[in-house]
Nanobody, 118 residues
Framework: QVQLVESGGGLVQPGGSLRLSCVAS????????MNWYRQAPGKEREWVAT???????IYADSVKGRFTISRDNAENTVTLQMNTLKPDDTAVYYC????????????WGQGTQVTVSS
């Protein structure tokens, strides 16, 4: 059974930092790219970042230069280091993995709340 568990969210002031973690189980972690998405109240879910199986990071324009995605295959963990946070970063952040079984299927964690407010 695929399982994704996020942690690290909280309340932070504008300009501050948070580090989110996602621990994965139930699949061969090193064989899949991993993703972070977020969803703010009243808005659609949006893609934030991806890290590929060869450890290449890809970012949405809204977070480029501020966020860093990384992975540790030995710990089955993907992280999102968030710096210079803005109020518009406020959202529930979700870890995601996509698999062919046989059509594309997304697995999601339960999410962790990030609130950026003064």
């Amino acid at each position: 059974q695929v399982q994704l568990v996020e942690s690290g969210g909280g309340l932070v002031q504008p300009g501050g930092s948070l580090r989110l973690s996602c621990v994965a189980s139930g699949f061969t972690f090193s064989s899949y790219g991993m993703n972070w998405y977020r969803q703010a109240p009243g808005k659609e879910r949006e893609w934030v970042a991806t890290i590929t199986v060869v450890d290449v990071p890809i970012y949405a324009d809204s977070v480029k230069g501020r966020f860093t995605i990384s992975r540790d295959n030995a710990e089955n963990t993907v992280t999102l280091q968030m710096n210079t946070l803005k109020p518009d970063d406020t959202a529930v952040y979700y870890c995601n993995v996509k698999m062919l079984k046989p059509t594309l299927f997304s697995y999601w964690g339960q999410g962790t709340q990030v609130t950026v407010s003064s």
